[in-house]
């Protein structure tokens, strides 16, 4: 019970803070990942985040260069991006083509945190400054952003949506809270606990995960990636 009056209590906050922070401009919604491979709570974080924060519009962005211990290129991950959210709205975008456009015009740094800064500039110029921007990342982006590069400066039209996510620090330093106000949106999507790392040890082995789309698998079986072959493969292993 007090778990539902939590939840409950934070969608009004943020409800609250949405609707003075939103009185002008389109609410666009920005999410970073290696999607190496995209998974379902990559996808809910997605779709839930469009509902409860209101959005117009949400980007969501692969790193150039992944970071994973078996990665794959960036326009596989693209295209399993595109895949998985082909059915789930016109208002989802995955910005690829842009990517490389921007890449062809001036490199795009391989850093994620480089590559971000840039890549924001780059949709605030695409879309408008005098739109409202929510950075969607999980706790450990967060923490991470925190230790390498600050909150964003009020220059920025730009808001920092942090989901919760199982295993990893939920902390937000108390001296932020005040300053930040409804700059800082912290939330719990109740999303799946999986990571893209678990699933790539399956494939390796030869397990399909049941926490990837059809449309992903399909990708992934065509292509053999992360060194699965068609003589492994097994039966989806079941939920818990």
């Known amino acids: 019970m007090s778990a539902s009056l939590s939840l409950r209590s934070c969608l009004w906050v943020v409800s609250f803070l949405l609707i003075a922070n939103t009185l002008f401009g389109a609410r666009i919604g920005l999410f970073f990942g290696n999607f190496d491979p995209v998974h379902s709570a990559h996808l809910t974080i997605i779709e839930k985040s469009v509902s409860v924060l209101n959005l117009e519009r949400m980007y969501a962005i692969p790193y150039l260069v992944s970071d994973s211990d078996f990665p794959v290129s960036f326009s596989s991950r693209c295209e399993m991006l595109q895949k998985a959210l082909q059915s789930k709205g016109e208002n989802l975008k995955v910005p690829c083509e842009k990517l490389?456009?921007?890449?062809?015009e001036r490199p795009l740094s391989s850093d994620p945190d480089s590559l971000t800064e840039r890549i924001l500039k780059e949709i605030f110029y695409l879309e408008g400054w005098d739109h409202n921007y929510y950075q969607i990342m999980g706790s450990d982006d967060f923490q991470r952003m925190l230790k390498f590069q600050g909150f964003?400066?009020?220059?920025?039209?730009?808001s920092i949506v942090v989901i919760k996510r199982p295993g990893f620090n939920q902390t937000i330093p108390r001296h932020l809270i005040p300053a930040?106000?409804?700059?800082?949106?912290?939330?719990?999507?109740?999303?799946?606990?999986?990571?893209?790392?678990?699933?790539?040890?399956?494939l390796k082995q030869g397990v399909i995960s049941p926490y990837l789309s059809d449309?992903?698998?399909?990708?992934?079986?065509?292509?053999?990636?992360?060194?699965?072959?068609?003589?492994?493969?097994?039966?989806?292993?079941r939920k818990e």
Request: charged share 35%.
């Open 152 to 158: 964003p400066s009020d220059e920025k039209p730009l």
């Open 215 to 237: 449309e992903v698998v399909q990708y992934i079986r065509a292509r053999k990636l992360y060194g699965l072959e068609d003589a492994l493969l097994q039966q989806p292993i």
């Open 180 to 202: 930040l106000g409804e700059r800082l949106f912290p939330i719990d999507l109740d999303t799946p606990r999986v990571s893209s790392k678990e699933i790539r040890g399956l």
């Open 100 to 104: 490389e456009l921007w890449n062809e």
